[in-house]
Structure formats: C-alpha cells, structure tokens
C-alpha cells in the first residue's frame, strides 16, 4: 500500500524528501518539505489503514528540522498497530 506513496523513480519531486523506515514492523515514509512552508509528515502503513503524523512549518516560527523528524517517530513508535488486529 505505501508504494504508492513514494517518489516516482523516474521523475523525482524537488519539493520535498522522502525517506523511508520500519516501525514497529510496519513500513512508515518520512516526507520533508524543502521549502519555507509546508509539512515535515510521517505516513505509516498498516495492512488496514494509514496513519499520517506531521508538523507544520511556519514563517514566524523557528523551527528544528531535526528535532521534529525525531520527535515525529518517536511518537509513532509509542502506537501499538497489532491492536487493529
């Protein structure tokens, strides 16, 4: 289900970055804006559902692209995903 989600090969977005992880044995990808505005984003997906997680970048705020992306999947880590079983 979460290939559908990822950067076509062949025309890659200059938009964002992707990066892709394993959490709690369910494939999640970690999309990235590269621009002033827009989301740092989690998507996991289980055989049911998806979940999304994100953070939204804002002129006015300072933000720590770092500290977000490993906040984001320290929070997803806390899911238990065998409960939708």
């Known amino acids: 289900m979460i290939d559908s989600l990822l950067p ?6 200059s938009t964002s970055n992707v990066s892709e992880f394993i959490i709690d044995n369910q494939r999640g990808l970690l999309t990235e ?4 505005y827009g ?3 989690l998507t996991i997906a289980t055989d049911k559902y998806f979940y999304r997680i994100f953070f939204t970048k804002h002129d006015s ?3 720590d692209e770092k500290r977000n992306r490993e906040e984001l999947i ?3 880590r806390l ?3 065998k409960a939708e079983y």
């Open 74 to 76: 320290e929070f997803a």
């Open 79 to 81: 899911f238990n995903f």
């Open 8 to 13: 076509h090969n062949q025309f890659h977005s």
């Open 39 to 41: 989301t740092t984003q």
């Open 33 to 36: 804006s590269n621009g002033k």
């Open 61 to 63: 705020v300072k933000v």
